[in-house]
Nanobody, 124 residues
Framework: QVQLVESGGGLVQAGGSLRLSCAAS????????MGWFRQAPGKEREFVAA????????YYADSVKGRFIISRDNAKNTVYLQMNSLKPEDTAVYSC?????????????????WGQGTQVTVSS
């Protein structure tokens, strides 16, 4: 079993930065790929970024590439999402998830553990 708890969300002006954290409990964290997804009001959940089990491989949605950075610290059982140059369209609830495998995935159905989410609001 893996429990995921996100933190670091909040209200920020356009152009600002936030760093989200996702703390995991359970022994399998270091063997799983991890991902961040987001869901804006009235929209479907969308993939944001993902990282392989050892941090050796990452992948980003085109909409955040060059602005967001995903990383992980397996010693701390934590995955991070550094968000820079934030835009109003980045406003959403951000959730982290643990992949069923060791590598990253962009499809939400390939993740079997989810956090409760943290709200990110970017004002213009």
């Amino acid at each position: 079993q893996v429990q995921l708890v996100e933190s670091g969300g909040g209200l920020v002006q356009a152009g600002g930065s936030l760093r989200l954290s996702c703390a995991a409990s359970g022994r399998i964290f270091s063997s799983r790929g991890m991902g961040w997804f987001r869901q804006a009001p009235g929209k479907e959940r969308e993939f944001v970024a993902a990282i392989s089990w050892n941090g050796g491989s990452t992948y980003y949605a085109d909409s955040v590439k060059g602005r967001f950075i995903i990383s992980r610290d397996n010693a701390k059982n934590t995955v991070y999402l550094q968000m820079n140059s934030l835009k109003p369209e980045d406003t959403a609830v951000y959730s982290c998830a643990a992949s069923k495998g060791r590598n990253w995935d962009t499809v939400s159905s390939l993740y079997d553990y989810w956090g409760q989410g943290t709200q990110v609001t970017v004002s213009s």
